[in-house]
Each structure stands twice: as C-alpha cells, then as structure tokens.
C-alpha cells in the first residue's frame, strides 16, 4: 500500500469519526476509501470496524460526561448490540448485500421524507411518549434488530438508532445521537470480535485509522452538543442523501 492510499485512510478516518459522532454514517466516508486500495471487501469491513469502535466509544465518553443520555434503553441495548451484531457479522458472507442494498435504500428515503416533512422531530425532547412498553420496543429495535444489520452491513446504523429512540421514546437529536454512540460502540465491537477470530482484521492499518477516527470524533461529539438538535437534524438529512446516492451508485452501475 503506497504512502498516498495511507494518507487518504487517515484523512477519510478522521472524516468518518466526526459523521459518526453527529448522526452516524461514517462509513461512507471509510469503507469506500478502504476498498480502492485493493484490500478484500470482508478485510475493509473488519479494519472499518476496528477504527470505528474507537472513534464511537471516544464520542461516547464526550456525550457521556456532558450531555443526558438514556441509560434505561442505551446501557441494555448496548449489551445485547455486542451479541446481535456478532451474529450479523458472522452471518455477513451468507447473506447478499444484492438483496439488502434496495431495502435500505427505500428505508433511508422513508426516513428523509419523515425528517423533512416533520421538522419539529427531535427539535425538543417529547416525554409523554415514554412508556415502559416503548421503552423495551426501543431496547430491542436498536440492540438486536439494528444491531444485527450492522453486523451484516452497516450503512446507516447510527442514523437509523436516532430516528428510532426519537420517533419511540420521544428523545431530541443531542440525546438520541448520545444514546446511539452508546450502542454503536456495542455493534462495533460485536463485529469486530468476529472478524478478529477471523483473522480478517489489518491491526497496523487500524490502528493508526483509529487515531484519527478518535479525534475526528472528538470534534464532532463537541460540535453536536454544542450546536443542538438543529444542527444534528441538517447533517443527518445530508448524510441520508449521501448515503442513498452511494447505495443507489453501487447497485445501478
């Protein structure tokens, strides 16, 4: 791998940990960047997730110490992410990202239209919502079902943890992006443990990719909370485009 390819991962990690620390999504920015220099898909995936799970449990620690997050659905379903997204990983090369890419797509279109036509959604926090009922419906949409997907392919999963605990618990974008960094962390490392028995993980590569990805995260844990639920609504919208062109790139071309 040339000094250019090196440099560019560096700088896409680094891009990819203040996305992810926003609304999720850093992906877009990371795997592609990962895959052009030649290295095998599973290997891209297994080195994104083992730069990634640093980057998420940095903005975690940050949203942790100075923002509110919900601890009844983020610590339980961070727990069950761990399991879920490593059987979603070890189910990855059974399962065709064919068949996957089209139901994400119309899923990230849904959730587009549903932002922008809703724009008070997340703007403040909607605590009549909360039941004991939506609460476990929380825990187990985003610590197995959402989880599981990231194990399998993983476009999207933050952006999908916030528009879940906003839209069935009632949380505001700060809030729900703290919480989904929490669980985040846990699919991460859910897959990473998998692709690491593997043996599918470049761990020099990683590392130095993670190094960024921290600090990249670190700016954007920081701006998010800072800027508020406005701020995190405008680049959650940007980054479902992005990530619908890019599915929609590799499906159609």
Same mark, same amino acid.
């Given at each position: 791998?040339?000094?250019?390819?090196?440099?560019?991962?560096?700088?896409?990690?680094?891009?990819?940990?203040?996305?992810?620390?926003?609304?999720?999504?850093?992906?877009?920015?990371?795997?592609?960047?990962?895959?052009?220099?030649?290295?095998?898909?599973?290997?891209?995936?297994?080195?994104?997730?083992?730069?990634?799970?640093?980057?998420?449990?940095?903005?975690?620690?940050?949203?942790?110490?100075?923002?509110?997050?919900?601890?009844?659905?983020?610590?339980?379903?961070?727990?069950?992410?761990?399991?879920?997204? =490593? /059987? +979603?990983?070890?189910? $990855? %090369?059974?399962?065709? @990202?064919?068949?996957?890419?089209? !139901?994400? *797509?119309? &899923?990230?279109?849904?959730?587009?239209?549903?932002?922008?036509?809703?724009?008070?959604?997340?703007?403040?926090?909607?605590?009549?919502?909360?039941?004991?009922?939506?609460?476990?419906?929380?825990?187990?949409?985003?610590?197995?079902?959402?989880?599981?997907?990231?194990?399998?392919?993983?476009?999207?999963?933050?952006?999908?943890?916030?528009?879940?605990?906003?839209?069935?618990?009632?949380?505001?974008?700060?809030?729900?992006?703290?919480?989904?960094?929490?669980?985040?962390?846990?699919?991460?490392?859910?897959?990473?443990?998998?692709?690491?028995?593997?043996?599918?993980?470049?761990? =020099? /590569? +990683?590392?130095?990719? $993670? %190094?960024?990805?921290? @600090?990249?995260?670190?700016?954007? !844990?920081? *701006?998010? &909370?800072?800027?508020?639920?406005?701020?995190?609504?405008?680049?959650?919208?940007?980054?479902?485009?992005?990530?619908?062109?890019?599915?929609?790139?590799?499906?159609?071309?």
């Amino acid at each position: 791998m040339s000094l250019e390819q090196v440099l560019l991962l560096l700088v896409a990690a680094a891009g990819a940990g203040w996305v992810d620390a926003v609304v999720g999504g850093g992906g877009l920015l990371q795997l592609p960047a990962l895959m052009v220099t030649g290295i095998s898909p599973v290997q891209a995936m297994a080195t994104n997730k083992f730069s990634s799970v640093f980057g998420t449990a940095s903005a975690a620690v940050t949203y942790a110490l100075t923002t509110k997050f919900d601890r009844e659905v983020a610590l339980p379903g961070a727990a069950l992410a761990v399991l879920s997204a =490593g /059987l +979603g990983a070890s189910a $990855a %090369a059974a399962i065709s @990202a064919e068949v996957l890419r089209p !139901a994400v *797509m119309v &899923i990230l279109l849904g959730v587009a239209a549903f932002v922008t036509l809703r724009p008070a959604l997340g703007a403040t926090g909607q605590p009549q919502l909360r039941t004991r009922r939506r609460v476990v419906l929380a825990v187990g949409v985003a610590g197995l079902g959402i989880a599981f997907y990231d194990g399998i392919m993983g476009p999207g999963t933050g952006t999908f943890l916030i528009i879940a605990f906003t839209t069935i618990i009632g949380l505001d974008f700060v809030s729900a992006s703290a919480s989904a960094k929490i669980i985040n962390t846990g699919t991460n490392l859910g897959a990473l443990l998998v692709f690491g028995w593997q043996g599918h993980v470049l761990w =020099g /590569l +990683g590392l130095g990719m $993670a %190094a960024c990805n921290i @600090a990249g995260a670190q700016v954007g !844990a920081r *701006m998010a &909370i800072r800027r508020g639920a406005g701020f995190v609504r405008i680049i959650l919208l940007c980054v479902v485009v992005a990530m619908v062109a890019r599915l929609g790139w590799q499906q159609f071309a």
